[in-house]
Structure formats: structure tokens, C-alpha cells
């Protein structure tokens, strides 16, 4: 076996540029051997090693009382009380879903998954944000179905309820959908389990799955734009197995009972590469690796091949010294593969042997802290000029025709048709999930605490102005965990844009970040994980700037969480925050008047945390029947949504004779609530007290949407319209 030889040509085939290629000569002090080149290609990556973002990354805020391992972990930990811990991340797998949508989708539940579990957590919820193409492209019905398929079908297999998420359609995904996927766990706070390796001779375990050939350059095809030819990529789309990941779920926090583990880390974008070399430097040791041990299920695999490929339910443990025959009954109990295939060194470097020959040999170190940074140039986006008030003239709608065409568009319509694809109740935990609730809310196993969950972005935001936009997504996580009653405690990110060697773009990454960490810091909502997954373009074209927002919450007791369902009739229908009337970048101005313009709302922090933590205490205090966040669509979106989830009508008197951009725009900060009539004069006055701006809107009532003016909107006109539309979609021509 032999390899062929590194020129700067074959450098740049790997992704290298001739600066990059200079380094490595570099560092080497002699040309690398392929296995060497493969390895610093997919380390110094974009996916791999954040080298456009580094610089602003560090901007964000990630300490706080609440937080007890932020980012440079597989995943963020936080305190949950009890000496419980939530451990959470989310990640995005978009190039392999684009390329084949059920393996990268499922793939990418998979992978997170892992990050989880790897650091002694339990899975106990998934959720989802997923961003297609227009509904009208020729490849998004395929894609669509593809992704939910492989979401259901690995987390269904998984045993790990996939509770909630988002769906959005845009022409700016036509070429590069979005697929991010979030795990939440649980584990005791005093058993978290880390990947730095310690102990010189330890041995290195490889266990899970076979090694194939699946996955190769992932990372580095992760970290490149789409052309005509992408199709031609699906050899780089891993291939997922559920029922191993399930079993390598129990094999590890079974090892973890035990004393058997220094350090673990799963092997996800760059395989046997990243875990190795990471745990390595983490350390600050070396490491060798006799690949002959690795387990493998294709002959006549190369060192390239084998520690460059992203098969999947895979991890790398270093035991302590003695504990490998404890280990190995385990895994060999779950039908894992287990083998020992190195052990640590004083040396800081990788070695690599294979068939008697040496095929890599390198520092290790450099590899992570001579990884290039780049400051690379930015230009900030133009503001947006105001809505010209003349748009009004394009209205000719009656308002029922008007909210049925809004709640059934695809953003606002209902995605039964994907979460009923999803076991959202297995573990017999699940309190809320889609549809239910402002945030999924799912029990801790054998507690009466809960964890509230949600995801959150609106990327026409993003792209109008990048800062406001970066904190608003912030914001309407922190406004969806309190609607359920949730104390927000973190945040766990995913940086979705196009390419940053454009000024243009690379200016949307910072202004995003930038809003980010101020909203983060004004409400004590700390980043503790993230990823970015940067060049989502194609043909040069890029997605609308997506930095999407995972975020979790607690809750004592899971009974106290309230949903967005309209319950009783009779109940008062009060509004918190203020409602002025924002109409720019609206789902109104889109859906209705056919236009993407203008700023989009003003996010007002100091409002937005003192409007949550009222909301909070209220829902804690048991005085909240339903309780919604304003968010798309404006206030009577919000209002409809709650009368579809309760089958409860509404009269409306507080809107009467209001201007539509009262009733469509998207203030922030703000809640629709419903409480028992005997509790309203008491809910407003603690309002008063607290500086809390809290109208009436009206009444529950009847099975429409009523106001003085006579016009009646009928609730099931408008579930039938909101559910019909997907359903109708991914049937269309099907007989």
C-alpha cells in the first residue's frame, strides 16, 4: 500500500489554500504524506475549525451562575438544581441533507445525539429547526419528505422523543436547505464526563459501529459552496443506523456507572481525525494509533480512508490502565465492536501505523492553535427604509380572508403532517410538544421538574438588519420559554449563512452575532454550545442569514407549564406589552401585500425581561389558563392560534376599528393571556405594580373570532385552512 505524493495542487484539491499549504510545510518542516494533508484539510476546515467566526465567537457571553460548562465541550452544560444537569447542543447537517435528505438528515439527529450522550447525559428530548426552498421549486416536496422521513426514522428508532421545532420555506433555500438538529439530556451534575485525555500509556478504545467508507471529507465538503455538481457528492453523505446508536447510548452510560473512563468524545465531522487529535490537545499529550486494530467492515482501507471517514455511532474512549476487560464485557454485551487501538503518549504528537509502516507523524498541537484565523472584511447591511404608508392601499382583503390567508401560507400553516411523523411521546415524559405549547415542555425522568425547549430564528429579520435581528432571535426564545412558565437559563446557537470571504455576508455574521450577545447579556441568557455552518450558497447565491437559537428552560413542577389553547369559555383575553404597530418585514407585508421591506421591529431588552418574568411569576402563580407570544403574523394570528388549539372563539373588542398594522404588526416583546375572570383585575394591578403595559382584548367565547363590528370569523374555517395546506402540498399529484 502506498500513497501518492502531496504537491500544492493536491493541497488545494483538499480545500487548502497556498498560505494555508505554506503553513503546513511549516509546521512539518518537511511535504506532508497524504494522510498527513488529510488530516490538517479537514481540522483547519471551516466546519472544523470556525476559522471565519473565531474572532466574534468570542464575543459572546458564555459564563453565568446557571452555567457549568460553556463552549469548547461536545455540548453546553448547565445546572438544573438537585444536583441535576441539562445538557444540550444543537448542530447543523445541511450540505449531506440537501444532497440526500433522509441519510443527512438522519445523520445529523444521529451526530447530536452523540455530542449529548458522550458527556453522561440521557437524551430526553429532540427538536428540529428545519429551512426549505420555495414551495414551488422542483426539489422541495423530495426534500421535504426526505428530511422528516429521517428525522422520524432515526430518532422514532432512537427512543428519543422529537418534541417540537420549526419549519420555514424561502427561494433563498432552493439550492441549500437547512437542517439543524438539538438533543436536550440529563445527568447528574457531579457525573459529567469530558474529552480531555490524561494519563500517559492509557489505552485508547475505539467502540461502536465498523469503520467504512461513508463520510469521507464531510467536514471539508460541509465547508464548500454548492455548484451544478453537488449531486455528485452523496458518497460524502454519512449512512446512520438508530438501532446501534440506541445500543451505544446504553453501553456508554453504562461504562459511565463505573470508574473505567479518563476521557470520551465521539467521533462526528472528521471521524477518528477530530476525536483523536482533540482529546490529544486537550491533554496536551500524544497519541498513537495502530490503525491494523481499528475495526473495519471494507478491505483494503488506507490510513486516509480510515481516519478521514465520518461512519457513524462511533466513539473514542481513554480508559484508565486495567479497566479494558471491564469495558470490553460491555460493549460486547450490546453487540458493539470494542477494540483497543492505541494509547497515549508524552511525545504531543500523532503517530499513525499501519501494516509495520509509519504514515503520519506530527505535532499535534499546532494543528489546532496554528489553525488559521482569519479577520476576513466586512461591510454592514444599509439600514432598511420605513413602510411607506401608501402600502396600504394594496389591501383589498375582508380580515377573515385576510387571517385565512395568513395562518394557511406554508410559514404560519400548521406542520402536523411532519410532527405526527415523529414519536413525540415515548418515555411517557412529554408535557407539550408542536403545536401545544410556546415551547416544548418534557418532564426529567422520574421528577416532577421539567425542561422547557424551543427553537427560534426569522431570518427575513437577519437579512433586513443583522444586529436587530440577531437579537430578537434571542429574544423570542427567551419570550417562548416564559410563555410556557420556564425560567430561560441558556443558549445553544447555530450560525447559518452564506459565503464569508464576501464582505457582504460576512458583515451579516457579525451584526448577528453582535445583537446576539446583546440580548444575551441583557437577559442573563448565556451562549453554552453552538456550531457554524458557513458557505450555504449556491451558484453563488445565499440562504437568507439564518442564526438560529435553541434555548432551554426550567420549570418545577411540569403541571404548572400552560399551553396556547383557549380552555373556557368566559375567560378574559389580556395582552402584555405594547402594540405600536410595526409593520416592516411583517408576514403581513409578505403574505398579503406581496412585499419584503422596510426594518424589522425594534427589540426593546429592558421590556423584553421585565414582560417575561411577569409572565413567568403569573403562569407559576396559577393564574394563566393559555398563554401565547406575539411573534408572526401579529396579534391576531396569535389570537386565531389560540382559538384553532382550543376549539374557543374569541370576542374581540379591543381591536375595534383598529389599523391593520395594530392587528398584523409584530411589536416585540409581547403576550397574548387568558385567565379566569375573578383573577383579571388582580393580574392587572399586578401589572401596575410592576411597570407591566397589560390591556384587555376581550372574552373566550362562542366558536369565532367576533368584534363590535359585526364580522364573524369562523375558528374552523380557519383550522381547516391552517391544516389543509402541507398535507395538500405533499400530496399534490401523488394518486
Not at 36 to 65: N, Q, R
Request: hydrophobic share 40%; aromatic share 6%.
Amino acid at each position: 500500500m502506498t500513497e501518492a505524493a502531496v504537491t500544492p495542487e493536491i493541497a488545494a484539491e483538499h480545500g487548502l489554500t497556498a498560505d494555508e499549504y505554506q503553513r503546513v510545510l511549516e509546521i512539518m518542516g518537511r511535504v506532508p504524506t497524504l494522510t498527513e494533508l488529510g488530516i490538517f484539510s479537514v481540522m483547519w476546515s471551516e466546519h472544523c475549525s470556525y476559522k471565519s467566526s473565531k474572532v466574534w465567537l468570542t464575543t459572546l457571553p458564555t459564563t453565568g451562575a446557571q452555567v457549568i460548562c460553556g463552549p469548547g465541550e461536545n455540548a453546553g452544560v448547565v445546572d438544573f438544581g438537585d444536583g441535576d444537569a441539562i445538557i444540550f447542543k444543537m448542530e447543523s447537517h445541511n450540505h449531506p441533507s440537501f444532497i440526500e435528505p433522509y441519510q443527512g438528515a438522519a445523520t445529523g439527529v444521529g451526530g447530536i445525539l452523540r455530542d449529548v450522550f458522550t458527556m453522561g447525559a440521557r437524551p430526553i428530548a429532540n427538536m428540529n429547526a428545519l429551512r426549505f426552498g420555495s414551495p414551488d421549486h422542483a426539489k422541495t416536496r423530495h426534500l421535504v419528505s426526505g428530511v422528516v422521513s429521517g428525522i422520524g426514522g432515526y430518532g422514532n428508532c432512537v427512543g428519543v422523543p422529537t418534541v417540537g421545532g420549526e419549519t420555514n420555506f424561502h427561494e433563498s433555500y432552493n439550492g441549500n436547505i437547512l437542517v439543524n438538529a438539538m438533543t436536550v439530556g440529563v445527568a447528574k451534575a457531579d457525573r459529567i464526563f469530558y474529552s480531555a485525555a490524561a494519563g500517559i500509556g492509557n489505552p485508547v478504545v475505539y467502540v461502536g459501529s465498523k469503520t467504512g467508507r461513508d463520510g469521507i471529507h464531510g467536514a471539508t465538503m460541509a465547508s464548500a459552496e454548492f455548484s451544478e455538481d453537488s449531486e455528485e457528492k452523496r458518497p460524502t453523505v454519512q449512512v446512520g443506523d438508530p438501532f446501534t446508536e440506541k445500543l451505544l447510548i446504553e453501553a456508554c452510560l453504562e461504562l459511565m456507572d463505573t470508574d473505567a473512563i479518563v476521557a470520551i468524545q465521539d467521533m462526528g465531522a472528521a471521524g477518528l481525525t477530530s476525536s483523536s487529535v482533540e482529546m490529544a490537545g486537550k491533554g496536551g499529550l500524544g497519541i498513537e494509533l495502530v490503525l491494523d486494530h481499528v475495526p473495519m467492515r471494507e478491505t483494503g482501507m488506507s490510513p486516509y480512508e480510515i481516519m478521514l471517514s465520518e461512519s457513524q455511532e462511533r466513539m473514542l474512549i481513554i480508559l484508565k490502565p486495567g479497566r479494558e476487560e471491564i469495558a470490553r464485557k460491555i460493549f460486547e454485551k450490546w453487540e458493539l465492536d470494542f477494540a483497543v487501538i492505541g494509547h497515549l503518549t508524552d511525545t504531543g504528537r500523532l503517530v499513525l501505523k499501519m501494516h509495520g509502516q509509519v504514515w503520519a507523524d506530527m505535532p499535534i498541537a499546532p494543528i489546532s492553535n496554528r489553525a488559521p484565523v482569519y479577520e476576513r472584511p466586512w461591510e454592514p447591511t444599509p439600514p432598511q427604509p420605513e413602510v411607506d404608508e401608501g402600502v396600504w392601499d394594496g389591501w383589498n382583503l375582508s380580515l377573515e380572508e385576510t387571517l385565512v390567508k395568513l395562518v394557511s401560507g406554508p410559514d404560519q400553516a400548521s406542520k402536523r403532517w411532519i410532527w405526527e411523523q415523529y414519536d413525540s411521546l415515548v418515555g411517557g415524559d412529554t408535557r407539550f410538544m408542536s403545536g401545544q405549547a410556546a415551547a416544548a415542555v418534557v418532564r426529567l425522568p422520574n421528577q416532577k421538574k421539567a425542561v422547557a425547549i424551543t427553537t427560534d430564528c426569522t431570518p427575513r429579520y437577519v437579512k433586513a438588519d443583522p444586529v436587530r435581528g440577531g437579537a430578537q432571535a434571542v429574544a423570542e426564545a427567551y419570550r417562548n420559554l416564559s410563555a410556557v412558565g420556564a425560567l430561560p437559563l441558556a443558549v445553544t446557537d447555530n450560525l447559518n449563512f452564506g459565503n464569508p470571504e464576501k464582505p457582504r455576508i460576512m458583515g451579516q455574521i457579525v451584526g448577528a452575532i453582535q445583537g446576539m450577545g446583546e440580548a444575551c447579556r441583557a437577559l442573563d441568557f448565556p451562549v453554552v454550545s453552538g456550531n457554524v455552518s458557513l458557505y450555504n450558497e449556491t451558484n453563488g447565491e445565499a440562504i437568507l442569514p439564518t442564526p438560529a437559537i435553541g434555548a432551554v428552560g426550567s420549570l418545577p413542577d411540569a403541571m404548572l407549564a400552560v399551553g396556547i389553547a383557549f380552555k373556557n369559555e368566559g375567560d378574559t383575553i389580556l395582552v402584555v406589552g405594547e402594540t405600536k404597530g410595526h409593520i416592516g418585514q411583517s408576514l403581513f407585508l409578505r403574505e398579503i401585500l406581496g412585499r419584503e421591506e422596510g426594518p424589522p421591529p425594534p427589540v426593546d431588552l429592558k421590556a423584553e425581561r421585565r414582560n417575561g418574568e411577569f409572565v413567568r411569576a403569573l403562569v407559576l402563580d396559577g393564574l394563566v389558563t393559555a398563554s401565547h407570544d406575539v411573534s408572526d403574523g401579529g396579534l391576531l394570528v396569535a389570537v386565531a392560534e389560540m382559538a384553532m388549539a382550543g376549539g374557543v372563539g374569541a370576542h374581540i373588542t379591543g381591536l375595534d376599528g383598529a389599523h391593520p398594522k395594530v392587528l398584523f404588526g409584530e411589536d416585540q416583546a409581547r403576550y397574548v393571556l387568558a385567565v379566569r375572570p375573578d383573577k383579571a383585575e388582580a393580574v392587572q394591578a399586578r401589572a401596575r405594580e410592576a411597570g407591566v403595559p397589560v390591556t384587555v382584548l376581550g372574552t373566550t367565547r362562542g366558536t369565532a373570532l367576533t368584534g363590535r363590528g359585526g364580522e364573524a370569523i369562523s375558528i374552523e374555517r380557519l383550522r381547516k385552512a391552517n391544516e389543509a395546506w402541507l398535507p395538500a402540498y405533499m400530496t399534490a399529484g401523488v394518486e
